[in-house]
Each structure stands twice: as structure tokens, then as C-alpha cells.
């Protein structure tokens, strides 16, 4: 049997650089421990609970220092489990798909899961190639955030923002009612009668939901959803692009003279480029207008005034996708759909309309 010690071929321990891989078995031989405790705690198994943490510790240890890498190929083949996850997002950048991302990834690593990600840019044929190419790197499941699925995949799926009911997937949805509702009296209690909106761009899975919430939580609530004051949001929903999009449409609504004294923006990154050129207009806020966002991303509270903002709860959202495929791929029996519930974050965008 060749010495452990020296070392895997590749040289990334020890001097041996042409000595064979350490396999599993020596690994376990120089532990003192059987293959089968050394593999249930490499793979971070859930009965390696039972296995003492001091020992636990000495497994990773001496796999580190003999270089010990795990025939991955050879353990799929033989397990017909790759343990890998396709995750598709609409954009990798500050906002919604970094916040679920954030909850995802958290749940998938604790389990022992790893993961591929990937954008589809809201663009249909950009999510049926990332779905193929995830497939064919071998992942058990998906989980896709505001992806609009016509057809159910081929894996099981969880869909985060999924509004279409198909077989075989979980939607993960916030309660868009709910989060109307309470933006709504919010600014209906400060007196606000004149409120502009930002609606969702079309290719955006939410679009159309909010939209229809916001309308139905301005009839209970008797205010006015002029058109007038009603734009649509355009182009990639995500990401840097909104900012110039949120900046842009805010100056198009000064542009039409119509008075109003509050903004239920679409997202939080669009509100924070309406604030910019409200500013650039020689407008305050919130004295002049106030401002109501909706995610609540991290950079939220640290504006200057800090945002007010319908909070979805966008890592628990991530969590709960992840709980729910590793479920699935289980054997247990998933819902259709998921529902949540937004929290409204007042802050200091919003005061007594003027």
C-alpha cells in the first residue's frame, strides 16, 4: 500500500508528487476508522450528528493534510446522486436574486449541496439553454427565480416568484395583497391622495400580480390609480440598468406637470433613481414626495433619507426554495405553491403629504 503521506499526483500535498491519489480506504486505515465513518463525514451525511465533533474534526483534518480528494464521478455512478443543484436568476447583481440567492445558498451548503448558477435575463430562450445546459452537468433539481415557464422542466423545480400553476413545480410566491394593502394605507394615513406608480416592466414574473394588487388595494382604500401617473417601468428588471430606468421614468412624470406628492415605485432600485432626479429637480424627500420601495435590498437603510419599503423576505424566500426541492429529491411530498408574507419597513422617505 502506498504511504498516505506523501501525498496525491497532483503535488497539492507533500512531496510525492508521483506517488497514486489516496483513496478512501488508506485515508480511513490512517485514521483508525472505518470507510464508512470517514465517507458519512466527508459527505457532511446527516447521521455524521452522531459522530463526535472531535473526530469529525480529525477526518477533515487528515484529509487535508494527505490530500485526499473524492472520486466524485466514480460516487455519482455509483449513488446515481450528483448532489448539484441548477440555479437560473434573472440577474447576478445587487437586489431580489442576490437576497434569495444569499437564503439559498445557506440551505443548499448546511445540506451538503452544491450548486451551478446562471443567468436567463428574463429572456425565454436564454432559460430554456441555461435549463439544458444545467442538465446536462448532471443536477438533480432546479430552483429558478422570476422565471415565466410555459412548459414544467424536465427536474424537479421550485420556482421563487413563479405565478403559473404546472406539474411537478412548487411556486414560491410573496402575498403581493398583503403587501399593497399596508403600502398603501401607509401613505393614505399620511394624507396622500395624488400618489404616482411605478409599474413592473412586462417581462418581470411579478409584473402583473402587483399591478393587479395595487389596483385592488386602491378601490378598498379610495384612491385614485390615474393613468395619467401610472408608468410602465421598461427593459431588464435588474441590476444597474434600473437605476438609469427608475431615474429616467421619474423625470418623465415631472415632465407631464401632474401634481402628486408620493411614488409606490415598483422595486427598491428603481425608487432610489426616482430620488436622485426628484433631487436634480430641485425636489425633497420626502417633504415634497414621498418614496415607497418594495424588496427592501441591504442598501435600503443606508440612503440619505433611508427608504421606506415593502419588505419581501427575500432570504427566508431562498431558504424555503431549497428546503423544498432537497424535500422533493427525498421522496417527500412538496406543495404547489408556497406563500409568504411582505412586512412594511417605514423609514425616512415617507412624512405628511404636503
Not at 502506498?2 to 499526483?9: T, V
Not at 483534518?61 to 450528483?82: H, I, M, N, Q, V
Not at 437576497?99 to 443548499?108: A, F, I, W
Not at 424536465?154 to 405565478?163: A, D, F, I, M, Q
Request: with cysteine; proline share 6%; net charge negative.
Amino acid at each position: 500500500m502506498p504511504d498516505p503521506k506523501k501525498g496525491n499526483s497532483d503535488g497539492e500535498s507533500g512531496a510525492g508528487a508521483s506517488q497514486k491519489p489516496v483513496r478512501l480506504k488508506e485515508l480511513a486505515e490512517h485514521l483508525d476508522l472505518s470507510p464508512a465513518a470517514v465517507s458519512i463525514v466527508l459527505n457532511r451525511s446527516p447521521v455524521a450528528d452522531s459522530i463526535p465533533q472531535a473526530t469529525q474534526d480529525r477526518v477533515f483534518a487528515a484529509a487535508k493534510e494527505l490530500g485526499y480528494r473524492p472520486d466524485f464521478l466514480a460516487r455519482s455512478l455509483r449513488s446515481r446522486r450528483t448532489r448539484s443543484i441548477g440555479v437560473l436568476v434573472p440577474e447576478i447583481s445587487e437586489g431580489y436574486a442576490a437576497g434569495v440567492s444569499r437564503g439559498l445558498e445557506k440551505h443548499l451548503l448546511s445540506e451538503g449541496y452544491f450548486y451551478f448558477i446562471a443567468s436567463h435575463q428574463s429572456e425565454p430562450e436564454l432559460l430554456a439553454e441555461g435549463l439544458e445546459r444545467l442538465r446536462e452537468r448532471l443536477v438533480e433539481g432546479f430552483i429558478l427565480l422570476a422565471a415565466q415557464l410555459k412548459a414544467p422542466p424536465p427536474l424537479p423545480t421550485v420556482v421563487v416568484s413563479g405565478h403559473r400553476a404546472l406539474e411537478g413545480v412548487t411556486n414560491v410566491v410573496l402575498d403581493q395583497d398583503h403587501a399593497a394593502h399596508h403600502a398603501l394605507s401607509h401613505l393614505a394615513d399620511l394624507g396622500h391622495e395624488r400618489i404616482a406608480f411605478f409599474r413592473g416592466p412586462s417581462n418581470n414574473a411579478d409584473a402583473d400580480d402587483r399591478w393587479r394588487a395595487i389596483v385592488d388595494a386602491a378601490a378598498t382604500l379610495s384612491l385614485e390609480v390615474a393613468p395619467e401617473l401610472s408608468i410602465q417601468l421598461e427593459g431588464l428588471s435588474y441590476g444597474e440598468v434600473f437605476y438609469r430606468e427608475g431615474y429616467a421614468r421619474a423625470k418623465e412624470l415631472l415632465a407631464r406637470g401632474q401634481r402628486f406628492t408620493a411614488l409606490f415605485a415598483f422595486d427598491d432600485i428603481a425608487a432610489v433613481g426616482a430620488m436622485r432626479a426628484f433631487f436634480d429637480a430641485g425636489l425633497r424627500v420626502p417633504e415634497d414626495i414621498s418614496i415607497v420601495g418594495f424588496d427592501d435590498i441591504e442598501s435600503a437603510s443606508f440612503l440619505n433619507p433611508s427608504l421606506t419599503t415593502v419588505r419581501q423576505p427575500l432570504r427566508e424566500m431562498g431558504e424555503i426554495a431549497g428546503r423544498v426541492l432537497l424535500e422533493r429529491l427525498g421522496g417527500g411530498e412538496t406543495p404547489p405553491q408556497v406563500v409568504v408574507k411582505p412586512e412594511l419597513v417605514v423609514r425616512d422617505s415617507t412624512c405628511p403629504a404636503p
